[in-house]
C-alpha cells in the first residue's frame, strides 16, 4: 500500500500539491481581507439599528449536549493493512467524532483511540451496489460490470460504508438488519452533525467565509450550491483545492495504474486519500494565519466603523442607487421570463416535504407526552418520571428516534429544476432542513422541562398528569408558530440560493464590465467596507426577493402547510417564559431522587481517564464477553420508553404483581392524553351465587354495559365456577358466537374435553336463557345500583372505552357490593335478548 502510494506520489507531485494549495489560498485570501471588512460593518451596523427577526417562542439552550456522550456500541470494521475484518468499539462522544477501540476496555482505561473519523463531506451507505455506483465515478473509462463487488469481502450481508470522494473510506458490517439501521442512522446523524461546521454565532467570520468561497468559486465559473460546502473552514478549502486538483491528477495517475479493476480502485482511492490529507494539512495551517491577521486588525476597524457610520451608510445608498440604475433595466426581463413563472413551483417543491419533517418531529414530541401522562396517570413513582425525563431531554440528539423525521425531509425533489439553475442535488436543503428540525424539537423539549418544573415549584407535586398536561399544551402552541417561522425563513434562504446565482450568472456578461467605473464614486476612506460587487450583487437580491416574499406570504395567508402569519402573534407575547431561560438545565435525576444507572448499562465512558462519566443519548452496546455474532448492538435497559420501530411498548407490570397471579395481556398504548382517561369504563355490578364459600370475581368487559343478574343452578354450580376461570381466555375475535357454542369453547380451553353430556349442554342452555330474562326483568333497578355504587367511587366518571382490562393500568375499579343473592361481579357485556349472542368481548376474571 505505501509503495502504490510514494511510487506515484513522487516529490515532484507532491511538490505540486502544494503549490496547487499555495496559489488557490492566496487567491482565497485576498478576497476574504476584502470580505471580512464587510461583514464587520454589516455586523456593526445590525447591533446599532438594533435589527432583529421574529422572536422565538421557546426557549434555545446554548449546549444542551454538555456532559453528553452519544453513542456507543461494538461492530466490525475492514482493516486495509491486513485485508480483515475485526471487532471494533466505537464511541462518538458529544463532538460526532467516531472512535474506534480495540475493546470497550480501552475506551474505559481512558487510551487513545486506534482510528478517528471525522465524518464531513462523508455520505453514510447501507448497500454494496450504491457503492459501487460511486466508485465507477472514481476512475473514468473504469466500469465495475453489474454485480461484481468492490475489493473486499463483507463479511455479512449488511454493510455500512463511509464514502468520501477524496479521502479514504471506511467499512464496518454488523450481523443483522435491525443493527444495521440503528448504525446507518447515528453515522448519518454523524455525517450531518459534521457537515454543519460554519457556527452561526460567528457573526463576522461565517458571513466573510461563505461569501469568499461563493466569489472564488464563480470567478471559476461555478455558479449555483457546492455540495462540499460542509465541515470546518478548512475541510472546506480542502475540498476547494480538490476541486480543480484531483480531476488533473486523477488523468495524469489514473492510466498508470496496473491490476485488476477492483485494486485499480482500490489503489487510486489511497492515492486520493493522501492528497487530501497533505492538502488538508496545508489548508489548516494557512487559514489560521489568514484568521489571526484579519483578528489583528478586527479593532481599528471596528473603531472607524462606529465613528463615521452615517457617513458610510449615505455613500453604500448614494452609490447603490448608481447601481441600481444600471442593472434594473436588464433585470425585469429576466424576471418576467426566466424566474417569476418558477417561483411557485419551486416552493411547493420545498414545502410539502419540509413540512412533512417539521409535522413528524411534533408527533415525535407528543407521543413522549404521552407516554409521561400514562406514567402519572397509571401512580408511576418520583423515580419513574425522573427517568423519562431525563430520556425526554435528549430526543432531539437521539438519531434513532429522530430518524422517522429526517427521513420525510429526504423525498425533497428537484428534478426538473436542477439544471436550469444549476443545482448540483438537493442534499444542500435536506441537510439545512434537518438540522432545522433537529433545534425545534430539543427548543420544544427544553421549554417543556422548564415549564413542567416551574409548575412543580408553585403547584407542588400533585395531580401531576395536569401538570403534564397543560405543559404540553403551551409547548405544541408555541412550536406551530416557531415551525411556521422556521419553515417561511428557509424557504425564502433556499429560493435566494437557487435564484440569485442563475441571475448572476445570466447577467454577468452584461453588467460585470460596467462595475469597475463605481468604484470612483466611493470615498478611499470607506473603500475597505463598500465593494462595488456586493453592492452589485444586493442589488440583484432585492430586486427579486419582493416576488419572492409575496409567494411565501400568499402560502401563510392560505395556511397552506400549515404556515401562519407573522402577525398572527405580538412579539415578546410570553415575557415570563423568556425568564425561564435563563434558569439553569434542570437535572431529572438529582430532582426526583433516582440513581444514576450503572454506567455499564446506560453507556457512559470515562473521558480521557479523568473519570468523570457521561450519559449517553443512545445506548446500544456489545458487552465484552458476548459473542458479536449473536448481536453487535444490544440494546441497553434504561431506553426503552423512546419507541425504536414502529412497535407498541408498554411498561412493565410484572413489579407489581404477584408471582402467582397471571399477568394479562397489555392494551396498546393509547395516542392521547384524552383516550388514556377514556380508558375507565363504568362497572355493572351482578349478583351470582357461588357454591360453598362466596367469593368475589370482578369482570370488567370493554362493550356498551348491559346490566344483568345471573343466577346459576345448582346442578351447573361446579361449570359456572369453571367458565368463570376461563372466560379471560375469550380472543379479542370471539365475534357473535351464540352462548352454547361459546360457553363449549370455553370449557374445553384448559386442557379439558369439551362437555358432551347432553344434560349438561341443556343445563348450559338454560342458563344462558335465564341471564337474558333477567337483562329484561331488572333492567330498571339495576341501573339504580350501578349509580349509586359509582357515585360512592368516582364522582365524575368517565365515558366508556374500547381498550382492554383496568386492572394493571393504576385505576382502581368500584368498589363491590354484596347482597342476599350472592356476590355481584362487575359485567359489561354486551348481551342482547333477541338474537341470544354474544358480542365482541375482551374480559378478565381475577379469583380471589
Known amino acids: 500500500m505505501g509503495d502504490v502510494v510514494s511510487s506515484h506520489l513522487d516529490e515532484s507531485r507532491r511538490e505540486t500539491i502544494t503549490a496547487r494549495t499555495r496559489d488557490v489560498m492566496r487567491e482565497f485570501g485576498a478576497v476574504y481581507q476584502q470580505q471580512y471588512a464587510v461583514a464587520l460593518f454589516n455586523s456593526v451596523r445590525y447591533e446599532i439599528e438594533a435589527g432583529g427577526g421574529t422572536q422565538s417562542q421557546l426557549l434555545h ?34 463532538s460526532y467524532a467516531i472512535n474506534l477501540y480495540e475493546s470497550k476496555t480501552a475506551n474505559e482505561r481512558g487510551l487513545h483511540p486506534k482510528v478517528t473519523i471525522n ?46 470522494p477524496y479521502a479514504r473510506h471506511h467499512y464496518f458490517c454488523v450481523m443483522s438488519e435491525k443493527e444495521q439501521k440503528k448504525w446507518h442512522a447515528v453515522l448519518q446523524d454523524c455525517v450531518r452533525h459534521c457537515n454543519n461546521g460554519l457556527s452561526e454565532e460567528l457573526t463576522v467570520e461565517t458571513p466573510a467565509f461563505t461569501d469568499s468561497v461563493r466569489k472564488h468559486r464563480q470567478a471559476q465559473g461555478h455558479y449555483g450550491t457546492w455540495d462540499m460546502m460542509c465541515g470546518t473552514p478548512p475541510q472546506i478549502l480542502a475540498n476547494l483545492v480538490m476541486e480543480t486538483l484531483h480531476p488533473e491528477l486523477r488523468s495524469v495517475i489514473g492510466p498508470r495504474l496496473k491490476g485488476k479493476m477492483q485494486q485499480r480502485q482500490r489503489n487510486w482511492m489511497l492515492i486520493s486519500d493522501a492528497m487530501y490529507r497533505q492538502v488538508l494539512s496545508q489548508t489548516s495551517s494557512q487559514y489560521g494565519a489568514l484568521l489571526d491577521t484579519c483578528e489583528a486588525q478586527r479593532a481599528p476597524l471596528d473603531a472607524r466603523l462606529r465613528t463615521d457610520m452615517d457617513q458610510i451608510i449615505t455613500s453604500k445608498e448614494h452609490v447603490s442607487g448608481k447601481i441600481r440604475a444600471l442593472v434594473l433595466p436588464k433585470v425585469e426581463p ?90 448540483c442535488s438537493p442534499n444542500v436543503f435536506v441537510s439545512r432542513a434537518q438540522i432545522l428540525m433537529r433545534e425545534q424539537m430539543d427548543n420544544a423539549v427544553y421549554t417543556f422541562e422548564q415549564l413542567l418544573n416551574q409548575s412543580l415549584k408553585d403547584q407542588g407535586e400533585e395531580d401531576m398528569c ?17 415551525s411556521s417561522s422556521v419553515r417561511k425563513k428557509f424557504f425564502r434562504e433556499a429560493l435566494l440560493q437557487i435564484i440569485i446565482p442563475y441571475m448572476l450568472q445570466q447577467l454577468s456578461d452584461s453588467c460585470s464590465p460596467e462595475l469597475p467605473r463605481f468604484r470612483e464614486l466611493i470615498f478611499e476612506d470607506f473603500s475597505r467596507f463598500l465593494l462595488v460587487e456586493n453592492m452589485y450583487e444586493e442589488v ?21 402547510h400549515n404556515l401562519y402569519r407573522d402577525s398572527i402573534v405580538l412579539t ?43 450519559r449517553q443519548v443512545v445506548s446500544m452496546i456489545q458487552m465484552d464477553g458476548l459473542p458479536l455474532s449473536y448481536e453487535s448492538c444490544m440494546e441497553v435497559p434504561g431506553v426503552e420508553l423512546i419507541p425504536e420501530e414502529d412497535v407498541e411498548t408498554c411498561d412493565d407490570k410484572s413489579e407489581d404483581k404477584s408471582e402467582d397471579e397471571e399477568i394479562p395481556e397489555e392494551p396498546r398504548s393509547p395516542d392521547s392524553v384524552d383516550e388514556i382517561r377514556d380508558l375507565i369504563n363504568p362497572v355493572v355490578e351482578v349478583a351470582v351465587p357461588v357454591s360453598g364459600e362466596e367469593k368475589q370475581s370482578p369482570v370488567t368487559n370493554l362493550m356498551e354495559p348491559t346490566d344483568s343478574t345471573i343466577t346459576a343452578e345448582d346442578g351447573l354450580q361446579e361449570e359456572v365456577t369453571h367458565v368463570t376461570t376461563v372466560v379471560e381466555k375469550v380472543p379479542r375475535n370471539s365475534i357473535k358466537k351464540s352462548p352454547q357454542t361459546l360457553l363449549k369453547e370455553l370449557l374445553g380451553s384448559e386442557g379439558q374435553e369439551p362437555a358432551k353430556d347432553e344434560q349438561v349442554e341443556a343445563a348450559v342452555e338454560d342458563v344462558a336463557e335465564e341471564m337474558l330474562e333477567a337483562v329484561q326483568e331488572e333492567d330498571s333497578q339495576l341501573i339504580t345500583e350501578v349509580s349509586a355504587a359509582e357515585s360512592d367511587s368516582d364522582p365524575t366518571p368517565l365515558p366508556p372505552s374500547d381498550s382492554s382490562s383496568r386492572d394493571d393500568s393504576g385505576f382502581q375499579s368500584p368498589t363491590n357490593q354484596e347482597s342476599d343473592e350472592g356476590v355481584k361481579v362487575p359485567i359489561t357485556n354486551g348481551l342482547s335478548g333477541e338474537d341470544k349472542t354474544i358480542d365482541p368481548v375482551e374480559v378478565e376474571v381475577i379469583l380471589a
Open 61 to 94: 439552550r446554548k449546549d444542551p449536549l454538555a456532559g453528553r456522550s452519544i453513542f456507543s456500541g461494538s461492530l466490525f470494521q475492514y482493516l486495509e493493512e491486513n485485508r480483515k475484518w475485526r471487532s471494533r468499539f466505537v464511541s462518538v462522544p458529544n
Open 119 to 164: 465524518c464531513a463531506g462523508y455520505k453514510a451507505l447501507d448497500s454494496l451496489e450504491e457503492y459501487m455506483e460511486l466508485m465507477n465515478t472514481s476512475l473514468p473509462g473504469i466500469k465495475a460490470k453489474v454485480g461484481n463487488h468492490p475489493f473486499i469481502k463483507c463479511a455479512s450481508e449488511f454493510p455500512l460504508i463511509l464514502y468520501h
Open 334 to 423: 429576466l424576471l418576467r421570463t426566466s424566474i417569476q413563472p418558477y417561483i411557485s413551483s419551486i416552493l411547493e417543491a420545498l414545502m410539502e416535504p419540509t413540512s412533512r419533517g417539521f409535522s413528524e418531529v411534533r408527533e415525535v414530541f407528543f407521543r413522549e407526552m404521552v407516554e409521561i401522562s400514562k406514567n402519572s396517570l397509571n401512580g408511576g413513582t418520583k423515580e419513574k418520571l425522573g427517568e423519562h425525563m431525563d430520556r425526554l431531554s435528549m430526543l432531539a440528539f437521539h438519531p434513532v428516534k429522530m430518524q422517522s423525521c429526517y427521513e420525510k425531509v429526504e423525498e425533497l425533489n428537484l428534478e426538473g429544476l436542477q439544471q436550469r439553475f444549476e443545482v
Open 466 to 482: 395536569k401538570n403534564v398536561q397543560r405543559c404540553q399544551d403551551r409547548v405544541l402552541k408555541k412550536y406551530d408558530y416557531d
Open 540 to 560: 440583484v437580491l432585492q430586486s427579486v426577493t419582493k416576488d419572492i416574499m409575496m409567494a411565501v406570504k400568499e402560502a401563510a395567508v392560505q395556511r397552506r
Open 572 to 614: 415578546n407575547s410570553d415575557p415570563n417564559l423568556h425568564l425561564l431561560g435563563e434558569t439553569p438545565q434542570v437535572d431529572w435525576a438529582a430532582k426526583f431522587g433516582s440513581e444514576e444507572p450503572d454506567s455499564a448499562a446506560n453507556g457512559g465512558t470515562e473521558e480521557g481517564g479523568s473519570g468523570s462519566r457521561r
